[in-house]
Nanobody, 123 residues
Framework: QVQLVESGGGLVQAGDSLRLSCAAS????????MGWFRQAPGKEREFVAA????????YYADSVKDRFAISRVNAKNTVWLEMNSLQPDDTAVYYC????????????????WGRGTQVTVSS
């Protein structure tokens, strides 16, 4: 089925930008809603952004609105998360996830997950 691999994380200074990518492989990427989630130490995994298969529905957590942007190019089996004006509170492991033929911002609803990429923002 679908395998997801995130990349692009790293250590940045407050105010910097990062672009995360999620590469999908397999034959079941079609019709998948894709989402980005993050988890900081001691905290629950939280929703960041999601995008539907044809990108007619896009939604962001309030904490990242106007700073982050999710996008996808289905022909390339790739989803991106552009992160701007990063702050220390954005520090977390960022996960790419997918769920087929369903719209959700709840982590438990997603069936496929990458292993995450670390984003660390220093003050």
């Amino acid at each position: 089925q679908v395998q997801l691999v995130e990349s692009g994380g790293g250590l940045v200074q407050a105010g910097d930008s990062l672009r995360l990518s999620c590469a999908a492989s397999g034959s079941t990427f079609s019709s998948y809603t894709m989402g980005w989630f993050r988890q900081a130490p001691g905290k629950e995994r939280e929703f960041v952004a999601a995008i539907s298969w044809i990108a007619d529905r896009i939604y962001y957590a309030d904490s990242v609105k106007d700073r982050f942007a999710i996008s996808r190019v289905n022909a390339k089996n790739t989803v991106w998360l552009e992160m701007n004006s990063l702050q220390p509170d954005d520090t977390a492991v960022y996960y790419c996830a997918g769920v087929r033929n369903y719209w959700s911002t709840v982590p438990h609803d997603y069936n496929y997950w990458g292993r995450g990429t670390q984003v660390t923002v220093s003050s």
